[in-house]
């Protein structure tokens, strides 16, 4: 199908649909300034001077073990404060506006798409926006983590503070799993993009969707491609801001 036609198909489901959900990742923000992992530009590719890989930095014990290059690493390249909402993010928050869509099910980090006005986001591997003191629950904002120096310590308590995001290892929150399947199994249009769906258990909540438009737009290939009733393997933003008109 020429990219044109797949343009008019998408639009077309999006029109008769009033139960949409979309499932989104890292390729979501890249129009926005902010790396993915896997890309060629991807943090995967370009950081080496850790010593070891991204994944291992960012799990569980890694941080316990080595808070120091834990957080010199999280700062430098896992927050952009600069960043803005993109295209995607912008015609995901215009969907849900218009009634359309239901949820964004994300695996970012990032705030976007509640800075571009998106209400029902559910954050699959929790938020930088969101951080707090391991020892006694105070919360923190990111500002707090940025401005600290090196590891960040409550100042009630001194204990460590800790980003409210998922590390590797770590298990995902009950009730953001509950709402995310909720929202997949009953939506009629699933839109996935901008992940490589290479992350579990997060790639694995597409299997609950039940209908027969799977809409699945990334650059690269992905190993759901075979499921996908309309596979687009182009740009987010561009595929979606066609889709959604600005009004
Ligand atoms: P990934 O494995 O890096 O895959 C990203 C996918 O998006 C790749 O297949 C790319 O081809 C594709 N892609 C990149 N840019 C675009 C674009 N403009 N349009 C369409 N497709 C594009 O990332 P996943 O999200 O699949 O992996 C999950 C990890 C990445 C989660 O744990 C995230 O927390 C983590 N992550 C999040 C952010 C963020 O919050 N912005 C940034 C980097 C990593």
């Known amino acids: 199908m020429s990219e044109q036609d797949n343009i008019l198909k998408l639009k077309a489901m999006i029109?008769?649909?009033?139960?949409?959900?979309f499932f989104g990742g890292a390729g979501v923000s890249t129009e926005s300034g902010i790396p993915d992992f896997r890309s060629e530009t991807g943090i995967y590719n370009t950081?080496?001077?850790?010593?070891?890989?991204?994944?291992?930095i960012l799990s569980h014990s890694y941080f316990m073990r080595k808070p120091e290059i834990f957080y010199d690493f999280y700062k430098t390249t896992m927050i952009y404060t600069d960043a803005e909402p993109n295209d995607a993010h912008k015609a995901l928050a215009r969907l849900e506006a218009m009634g359309k869509l239901k949820a964004v099910v994300t695996q970012n980090i990032d705030g976007l798409h509640q800075k571009a006005g998106s209400k029902a986001v559910y954050e699959l591997?929790?938020?930088i926006m969101k951080n707090y003191c391991m020892k006694c629950g105070a919360p923190y904002d990111l500002e707090y983590v940025i401005q600290s120096d090196g590891v960040p310590?409550?100042?009630?308590?001194g204990g460590m503070v800790k980003p409210d995001v998922v590390l590797y290892e770590e298990?995902?929150?009950d009730t953001t799993i509950r709402k995310s399947v909720k929202a997949i199994a009953e939506a009629d249009?699933?839109?996935?993009g901008g992940t490589?769906?290479?992350?579990?258990?997060?790639?694995?909540?597409?299997?609950y969707y039940q209908g027969n438009k799977l809409v699945l737009i990334n650059k690269s290939e992905?190993?759901?491609?075979?499921?996908?009733?309309?596979?687009?393997?182009?740009?987010i933003g561009k595929v979606l801001k066609a889709c959604v008109p600005e009004d």
């Open 222 to 235: 992905t190993p759901y491609d075979v499921k996908a009733d309309l596979l687009i393997h182009d740009s």
């Open 189 to 192: 249009v699933l839109i996935i």
């Open 171 to 173: 298990g995902l929150d």
């Open 153 to 157: 310590r409550c100042e009630k308590c």
């Open 196 to 207: 490589s769906l290479n992350v579990y258990p997060a790639a694995g909540f597409i299997n």
């Open 47 to 56: 950081v080496h001077k850790y010593g070891c890989s991204p994944e291992q």
């Open 125 to 127: 591997h929790g938020t």
């Open 15 to 21: 029109e008769a649909s009033d139960n949409i959900v």
